[in-house]
């Protein structure tokens, strides 16, 4: 097994040095042929869409191993728009004035995002940053608001990011060692979730959505255990959706749509993970 070292793992016993006289060889034919590389020192081949199944199970076992190497045990998730900019921020991603209009209005999100990350940062302290920690998808908007509250109290917080075609690079407020990068959406959902104690839930587009119907389904069936799953706006969200009309058409039971709680500020969500844990 790798040996656990501070600040990381060591390789394998002597895979440094195996991997140093491979490149190491003279240069010929045969050692510069694609065949002669060591498997697992080969891009090319790795990259294979044969190679998807060990691709997916690395993305898996790699943050996997450093957040139990750092002890954290629970998290909470703070889902939201990317382009809900922070309020006196540039509505950047606005296409026109209706656009940068209600993006400045939901601009109140990112301050109470950031402060329901202080809040929940602060009672992470109480375990030395095991529990209740804030983990973001770790670029703009809600999510480095999320991670900018847990920074505004020395506190630690993860950003999972994921290779897109535009809006997604690491905000600076993620702590470095916990900011990770996926290819798969699928095994970044797979960590979101595998921690949550609560998901925090603001305003946002078809990947907020995703995420959000994504945890209730899981809930629904059991497959998760049941957490407080609070929306943030709820003038938004009653808009955005009607969980009602669903319990009315019968596809979902009634009942279903009081998974959710609703809360406008931070204080507010604070107070439904409370007394969800009996927290004093």
Not at 208 to 237: A, N
Request: proline letters at 6%; a negative charge.
């Amino acid at each position: 097994m790798n040996e656990r070292k501070e600040g990381g793992w060591t390789p394998l016993p002597h895979s440094d040095e195996d991997l140093q006289r491979a490149r190491s060889v003279p240069h010929t034919p045969q050692t510069q042929s694609p065949a002669y590389r060591l498997a697992w020192d080969d891009a090319d081949f790795l990259t294979q869409r044969d190679l998807r199944p060990v691709r997916l199970q690395l993305e898996l076992m790699k943050p996997e191993m450093i957040l139990a190497e750092r002890g954290i045990r629970s998290t909470v998730i703070l889902f939201g728009g990317a382009r809900i900019p922070e309020p006196g921020g540039e509505a950047w991603a606005a296409k026109n004035e209706v656009q940068q209009k209600n993006l400045e209005a939901n601009s109140r999100y990112y301050e109470e995002a950031r402060q329901f990350a202080r809040l929940c940062s602060e009672h992470s302290a109480t375990s030395r940053y095991r529990e209740f920690v804030i983990v973001t998808g770790g670029g703009p908007g809600v999510m480095e608001a999320g991670n900018r509250g847990a920074a505004d109290v020395g506190a630690p917080s993860i950003g999972l990011n994921i290779v897109l075609p535009h809006e997604q690079a690491p905000n600076l407020y993620v702590t470095p060692e916990l900011c990770f990068n996926f290819h798969y959406f699928a095994i970044r959902k797979m960590h979101f979730i595998m921690r949550a104690k609560a998901v925090a839930i603001f305003p946002g587009g078809f990947g907020t959505m995703d995420e959000f119907f994504e945890t209730l389904t899981l809930i629904q069936t059991g497959r998760m255990e049941r957490v407080p799953v609070i929306l943030f706006g709820r003038s938004f969200w009653e808009r955005a959706i009607d969980l009602d009309f669903l319990a009315e058409q019968g596809t979902i039971s009634p009942g279903d749509q009081h998974i959710i709680d609703y809360a406008d500020t931070a204080d507010e969500a604070w107070d439904c993970i409370r007394r969800f844990y009996e927290i004093p």
